[in-house]
């Protein structure tokens, strides 16, 4: 199952945005996702712009998809990566790098946010203590405060607007003075319940606190595995509400520096690891984003393609070429458990596990395509 090996791939551009506050370990952990490295320092606000990347997503089915019909390379899934300022109280009103911090976030899908739950004497937390429920607290109220004032701008237009009686004008302000309240009461917009109608009506805000979040606890290298009293915090402040991993980011940095990878294995064993931890960060963020993946294999490259959940065949063909979205003729399926099981391609149709879907069908984490089009 191949691609024309003249067609020009695409990606889906979708952006995972890592905060916190400054000191808090965001850019090490960008350096072992990314394929482009940052400097870190121990100096806050040593930086004032983004960090921009690409995470490869671990998925061991490329491995065991390869193992059954070979290519030249293996090419996994990714997925976008900015490595955002570190946050200072005070950044709605200009702290720190201030706006320059919170314009980089709205363009961000998704937000993975890094809480010191380490001491260090050489690097003093910008709040001279290490609370990572606190440091929540202050960069959510930031995110809050800016959301505020963009729900409040839009709110006189649509005020002005009703008043010349047009009814969507009137139902708009009835959704912004649903988020102003809930902003008002220190709640982010991603926990208040909204209509999809309402979801409409703000969309074109890009709201801060609606993004989807994950905390990541930056652990010191002895608590790799079972966190610490730092990390037990957020974990008994969130109960199961929130994604949560707990990660040493150093120890990571110099698993990441290992050229080999039996080195890197050796090194996961001596430390009680069985994986990196930041594989399950890719992951989560991955998941977190609403993303899955779908594989197109033999030829030149076994490659893992990036799409939504829920996107049709059509639309996955998109994110292989816009042309093999408007040339869509069809698409052979089959389900990797099928493959992996029945080892070969010939076998899986003698099966009749191959299907020929058209425009209406919806991919599947792990289905193997192959596009037929015309254009």
Not at 264 to 272: H, I, P, Y
Request: glycine content about 6%.
């Amino acid at each position: 199952m191949y691609l024309c090996n003249q067609i020009k791939i695409t990606t889906m551009g979708l952006k995972c945005g890592i905060v916190g506050l400054t000191n808090s370990g965001k850019t090490t952990l960008f350096n072992c996702m990314s394929n482009t490295k940052a400097q870190t320092t121990a100096f806050a606000y040593s930086t004032n712009k983004s960090n921009m990347g690409v995470a490869n997503v671990p998925d061991p089915r490329l491995e065991a998809l390869d193992k059954i019909i070979k290519a030249e390379r293996l090419v996994p899934a990714a997925v976008e990566i900015v490595d955002i300022p570190g946050l200072a109280k005070g950044a709605s009103q200009g702290e720190g790098v201030g706006n320059a911090f919170l314009a980089d976030i709205r363009l961000c899908d998704a937000l993975v946010h890094v809480l010191r739950c380490f001491d260090d004497p050489n690097m003093p937390h910008v709040e001279g203590s290490i609370d990572p429920i606190r440091d929540i607290d202050i960069v959510e109220f930031e995110l809050q405060v800016k959301d505020l004032e963009q729900i409040e701008r839009k709110l006189q237009r649509a005020e002005k607007a009703a008043k010349t009686g047009d009814k969507d004008a009137k139902k708009l302000m009835e959704t912004l003075m649903k988020c102003k309240a809930h902003i008002e009461g220190f709640q982010s917009i991603r926990t208040l319940e909204l209509t999809e109608e309402e979801k409409k009506h703000i969309a074109d805000l890009m709201l801060l606190t609606q993004k989807p979040v994950m905390f990541v606890c930056n652990v010191d290298d002895a608590s790799a595995i079972s966190g610490n009293k730092y990390s037990e915090q957020v974990l008994n402040e969130f109960k199961n509400n929130a994604e949560i991993v707990v990660i040493a980011a150093k120890l990571e940095a110099e698993i990441s520096e290992l050229e080999s990878e039996e080195d890197r294995m050796v090194f996961l064993e001596d430390v009680g690891l069985t994986e990196p931890g930041i594989n399950r960060l890719v992951r989560s963020a991955y998941a977190m984003l609403n993303l899955i993946s779908f594989f197109t294999v033999g030829g030149k490259e076994n490659r893992a393609w990036t799409i939504r959940k829920g996107m049709t065949a059509p639309q996955a063909a998109g994110a292989i070429h816009s042309d093999l979205e408007r040339g869509f003729i069809r698409a052979e399926v089959v389900k990797y458990n099928d493959l992996i099981n029945l080892g070969s391609e010939l076998k899986v149709k003698e099966a009749g596990k191959l299907s020929v879907e058209g425009k209406n069908y919806v991919i599947e984490d792990g289905d193997i395509l192959h596009i037929r089009f015309n254009v």
